[in-house]
């Protein structure tokens, strides 16, 4: 009779779960909130600030055309390279600055790591998507805009299960 | 020892001739819905298999040649590209052989968020492991709610790491960053429901007569035939054989935490099944430990050279995954690239079982003998 | 841009369709009425009520209720309306698509997640006409080396069969396409096309997944049919006929589960075997074979099959209705409406509301098939539960349990009920 | 004169009894002898006898056909299509069918059997049932003893010798 | 209704509880072998179905021959006979199979489907009622398919199976053909009725009633391997195991006669039509096919097969001159048993040759009187009585026939010439006969050792010497159990 | 009872020939068996046309056990052709040749 | 390129001056004169650290050392079978890594064994001089291990029963991959 019990506890475990509440995430309504602004890197103490690694974000005013950050990108993805701008900063005589095609890019960060002067953060921005591959390839301008984002829904576990908002 | 009798049973390879033409070969191939990024290739009679290949390959990406280019930083996102699910755990052995290259000491702090990331990452990889399970049995509910509980623990891992799969989290030295705010606090919550949650697999999955009866006795592995043929984790503790890399060889803080392995004596499928799902009740309970016992504050990073080089010298470490002991062989030749990179990983070291196991099942035992296995077929194949 | 169709913009799509439509609008207009008319100045009408029916006369009718409610009566028991729409295909269509959405949504509530949501905007209830519309759309695709007669004519003849069992079900006293005095005999027979067709397909398709899923669905049914037509013996015996109507009449008062649950659950075990659900799923088991017999249809020939497989869902929970749980039979809903009220109508302040034609059908066919209904729902919650909750079952436990224990349990159930019909507590001269 | 569904089912059945053995596939052979059953069937219900023609559907068409396909499956492909006989050998057949058919048709025709008509109703199939548990249950209890026996033989004949039951020989 | 005691049922029951408990014993029991555990199981239910019959005639419950009694299964004396003889072919079958079976499988469905064929015959021989005549057929049939096919891994013994299937199933279908048409003409499945309802029907009718006496007659002859429908006959008992080949040859061929008493001597005599030259001449080609071609053979169970042919002409004798004598029917069923047993030891002799000596080629039979002894005096002494030579049973019921047909010759001019014709194809068939006993004893091989012949081969062997002789030396009872057996027909309306 | 018995015994006849034909002719073992099915149902043709002419339960009861019988009939066949396929690897009766006498 | 310009970030002093080696644990030494007095000169301890032992052995010896390994140490598994190419000593290095499952007290214990064929510089798999004996009658376990080691570096394990490809396409014609003369695309 364990057979009958046993099919009779699974048939009571499926119907109960019948109650309990959704979990899925309603993805284009709803956006799961990330900690913090975003992974950054200080480079003074040589550890990252917790944060979700999205698009990158680039700070002009720092950048001084290194190519660090194209080294360190080399070996992974080979996603970053440097472009010209039409710009004209002291700091940056070459004026040149990076550039990130994210259809090669992995997002793990190891470009910001490498980047002694701040001027390279991720943010939480992780809707990257385009119709064409030129479209994927973000240039030094349009790294410097900060992503405007609304992220709003987080776990919240209650007595009748787990879901999202 | 005395040689075993395994060794005359498997034929050598698979007499892929022409054979009794009632014999059919299916090819169980990348595009079957039953195999994962692989080729199974079974010769049945009627309902019962006589033979089976297995034909790794269909994803190796040569990550070992890869890894011989590039310095010990940038190898990192690489190496964790085979198992995205468990990426902390299989970049764990490259950053202890690398270290013990670089010889740098761990801060206190690194080792338990490390322990921490790879518990998690543990059950993360498990819980996906058997929702495939599950969907192979034809068990739908057992797809869909170990895939929805990993959520939690993704979304631990991305408040810890910046990223839901592809972490690239350990380095040599530590972990790339310290905790967010108030992590404590929100990973206990979620890991206690967690433990609640995996717990009810109990009454519709393990507990089911009807998936007891379909595992139970279906390729048996016996504890001698299981050390034999060498294989690992799981499949391993399943026959009977106590051995866990994170009791025999503790690595970073695993010999202060308190714990149990999981070891269950039958040896056939239903066990092999159930071993993950009592590791990841373990993976609940050293989450918690750590937790408790991690210092509240501290460096978790060593700051490197950089472009770091290592000794002329060779190390070999290893770490239990979700799939089973993980080493990691590094040779160095004193550049800052290593000389080569050799992963030792538990699928494949598993797969070599697989053809014993399937030789004489129902074709109908095949997805549910193999999948037991905790076989990751771009792990594999690396 | 799309690379398939690389010109391709959807307000353009949609222009032409609008065209399309426009021009055959006109044209059906135009030369279509017109060619109508002339053709019914040659057709001989039926005269009706002493007058002659005339086209434009039969138009005037259908705006006149007292005179079209009655058409519209004698409409609907006409055998034609009875096959093609009530207790026949249609019916049992749409009891299929609701089923087939249950079955999505409760699934997925008891996996924790949403099931169709978008498409209908409350809950995904038109995700089925959806997928209807992209089974239609796609392109069938017939393997090179297939049989083609059978391979085309397999998921026609699976509907027809279903359509066949269907029309054997009686949904009322009374409302059943087939009235026929060996009904449950003639279900058997119909049951009986299925292994069939399905190794025929399996076996035209020239695979080699098809080929073992089909074998194996043969394997299945043959050897679920019997304990199927054993556990319905019990009820044969205490009603001592084979007609489904007299069955359900037969219940009344107590349904026949009551006494012989053995029976019900034999039977409901085969029919979840007869009807590949999970647990027994074998022969589309997509681990081991692909999806089994079904593996190379495509476009509407799946759909065809889907649809005959949910038809031959309602059909089975139908019958274990009426051979268990007492058919339509329950307490009626309301009270039957008043005489006068159908007679003169209804008085409120100054206007009087006439209701000519009102009781299309009468309260007790209401009530009938609402239980009827209700039953049949409860019955396929049922079936549908077990997919959420079981993994499959492997092919030598299947066939175990159909040959030793269900076949024992169904002679367990004829004892018990030659016990009854001996004891004379029930069955032909006993209590009920 | 024969009613319509008499003659659409007679041409029916005598075509796909043709058709089953004439067929060039073995398969398609199978499906018009369903034909052949099926179309007695009809005649049954014509002869106001549903509940053999049931019957005959559920057997035959349930389990014989079934059968039979099976069997047809598990021969090779090439020789499910293929016909090997003698053509002389058919000619003379044919010659012989139509001789046969001719004159057992004047035996029936001048026999003066159509003399026999009825204007009883049918025999009600519950007396079916009462003959089989009174005057014949002798026969049936053979009946039962033939059905077990031909499924002992066989299952006797079909089981295959050379698969070993155990599962591994280790 | 039938009486559930009446020696049909009880005996029906009797073995058929053993035959369907045997399966389930092996199956519960979960092994293969243990032959001899089965074979006994088998020989006890025969040998207490045998004491039954002949405790309920000894008794003197069993009614005298009567086809109009209107039940479906007559408890009668004819039916008794060829029960009898059945059941004793069916025990040499089963004792041969002893040693026959000896490591073989699945020795638990033989024996369980030898039994269920002996119910087949046993009552086609009682039976009354065309219905159940026909399913007790088709119950001797289908297991014997079986049983002929039962090596599975000989090609022989599945030709032979599969030609016997063919023919057998086209007897029956034959068989339910002739009963259809008996039946529309007549309304009615009793046997009595059928020959009342055709001693009464209109004239034009008549092509009918004959065409189905005429499928009766192809169907029945498939069975008792008249010479148009021989052709199976040897092929099958050749390939099919030699203790079958016995139940065939003396069992199922005997069944197919008491059939044909039962419907086509008697129905026939009621429509009064003169079909008997029919059989006569049957009955000649029948037998001189069988002599001629059994000369030509080199293999002693083909042999056999032709023999048994010519033996079906001889007994159709008796069946073609019924009307005319009164001593034909008797005649007919005394060859009937004298040849069921007389048939039966010489194929369980062949049966122990093929244990002992494997082979059934004429050649290996030299010497075999210093080989196998017992077995060799066996088979000398049932070929004798097969040629029929005098002093034993086989010459007293071919006296009986014969004389019959010469009795005959008072009523129809060709009654003499069968007697005639049987005459010389016994003379012809004792030249192939002493031939074998030529081999076995006077060709004698140098250094033959003496072989060991199975226990039960010689248990038969004694047991039908003693029968064959016995009857031989003082045939009476038999002859007056077969006149008290034999129905009278010869009453001519 | 607009169909006359005649009518209903000349198919039966006419499926009587072809069966036998089909014996005659046919040297596959399956068609053979067709064959076979086609005369058994012949006469259960005939039989239940006269049963119902007669009126009488008698020829119904028959045609019932024939069809059982002919089950039982083609189960055995059908396992005798199945054991021949394994060993010849064909379904020709005429490749059937181990007995030449 | 990646020498030139450091990868990582922070330009802390590196962590300088290897540790002392530490004083091997009492099981380390005691495999150690094991091995030694087993087998003589056929072995050369390379390295041991704590838990770790490296033995160089020659080509012809490595039979015997695995079963001595196996027999006497009680190693009964092998976790991995790493071919590592060293063009400069025209050599390719196999190193079995042992474990054992079977003695609690050598679990965290592992043993390799390195041994070397000579390499050729136009390699033609399995019909050149760069072979081995093979381990898999010793230790079953490593026969897809030395049939990967077999495609990646074209080291002939002569023996072993199934010599075929594992990973690599079955048309794979270009030098064994992991060969350091096999060189990526634009590195």
Redesign the interface.
Known sequence: MGTASGIIRALNSGAKHLAVKRFTLRYPEEKLKFVGDGYQFDPTSGLGIAGYKGRHMLFHDKCTGCQLCSIACEGIAEAISMVKVAEDWKHNKKAIMPQIDYGKCVFCGLCVDACPFYALYMTNDYELSSFSKEGLIYTPSQLSVKPAISQDVEITISERGATHG | MRMSNIAKQIAPGLALQKVDERIMTLNVGPQHPGSGHMRIIVQIDGDKIVACDPDPGYVHRGEEKMAEYRNYIQNIPHLERPVIHDSCNILYPYCLATEEILHIEVPERAKYVRVIAAELNRCVYTLYWLAIYGIFLGHSTMFMWPTGDRELLIDLLEKMTGARVTHAYFVPGGVRNDLPANFEDVCLRQVDYFEKRIRAYADIFYDNPILISRTRDAGTLSRQDAVRLGTTGSVLRASGVDYDIRKKEPYDCYDSLDFETSVLKSGDAYARSKVPWLDMLESCRIIRDALSKMPQSGSVRVKLKPNPKGDEMTSYKRVESGRGTLGCYVVSDGKPEPYRVKMSVGSFRNLISLPYLLKGEKLGNMPAVYWSLNYWPVEADR | MSTIAPKFKFSEFVKSLIDNIFWIIVIATLVGLPLIMIALFYVDLPVIDGTLVTPFLALTWLSHPEVALPLVKSFMTSDMFRIMAFPGFGFAALMAAGTIFIERKMLAKMQLRVGPFYCGKIEGILQLMGDGLKLISKEIIIPAKADKPLFIAAPLLFVGAAAAFVALIPVAPGWVVADVDVGLLAVFAVIGFFPIITVLSAWSANSKFPFIGGIRALYQMVSFEIPLILSCLGVVILTGTLNLSEIAASQSVVPWIVFMPIGAIVFFICMLAELERIPFDLPEAESEIVAGWLTEFSGMMYGLVQLGSYVKLYAFSALFVLLFLGGWSGPEFWPPLEQELLEDGQTIGPISLQFPGLPLFSQEFFSAVIWFVLKTMGVMFFVLLPRGVFPRIRIDMLLQIGWYKLITLAFVNIFVALGLVYAGVIGPGGMF | MADPTFVALSVLTIASAIAALELRSLIYGAIALMGTLGGIAGFFLLLDSPFVAMFQIAVYVGSIAVLILFTVMLVRRELIFQKVEDTRRKWAGIGLMLAAMASLGAVVISSGIDAITTAEPAVDFRDIGADFLTTYWPALIMMGLVLAGAVIGAMMLARREDIENDQRTS | ??DVFST??VV?MIL?AV??AL?VINVLRREQGSNTFYAAIAFGALAAAIAFVLHQLAMGYVSATDVLSGD??ADDMLGSFFAIAMLIVAVFTTISSFSYMRGK??PA?YY??IL??T??MV?VAYSN????L???W??MS??T??LV??N??D??S??????Y??FG??A???I??A???A??LT???DIGGVIAGLGAI?A?????AL?SGGLFIAGFGFKMGLVPFHMWL??TY??SPPPVAALLAAGTKKAGFAAAIRIVVIGMAALSIDWSLALAIIAVMTMTVGNVAAIM???IS?MLAYSSIGHAGYILIGLAVAPYSASALPGTLLHVLNHAVMKGAAFVAIAGLVVALAATHIEKLRGLGRRMPITAIGITVSLLALAGVPPLNGFWSKLVLFGAAIDAGQEVFWGPWLAIAGVLNSALSLAYYGWIIRKMYFEDEAKAPRVHEPRAVVAVMLFSIAFIVGLGVYPEPAIEFARSAAPLVGIMP | MTNELVDFTLVSVALLCIGIYGLAVKRNALRMLFAVEIVINAANLNLVAFARFVPDSGGQTLALFSIAVAAAEVAVGLGLIIVAYRMYRDVDVAKFRTLRG | MADQVPATSGDAPPADTPPEPAALPELDTGLRSKLESGLGDAVKVASATPGRIHIDVNSKDVVRVAEFVRDELGFDHAESVTGVDRPADSEIEVVYHLGSYTRPELGGYVMAISTRAPRQDNPDPGNDSTRLPTLREVFYSVEFHEREAFEMLGVYFDGHPDNRRLLLPEDWADLPPMRKDFAIKGR
């Not at chain 5, 599945?158 to 030609?163: R, S, T, V």
């Open positions: 209704m039938v049909p049922i029906m058929g035959g369907m399966p479906v299964i499988k699945y469905v369980s489907l269920l064929s119910i087949g009552m009622d065309l219905v159940v026909f399913v007790a088709e119950l289908i297991p398919y079986v096919g039962f599975k891994r090609p022989a599945n030709e032979a199976a599969i030609k299937f063919m199933a086209l029956s279908a034959v339910i053909y009963i259809s048409i039946y529309g309304g009615t499945t209109d034009s009718l008549v092509p009918l065409l040897p092929d050749e390939g053979q080199k293999s083909r």
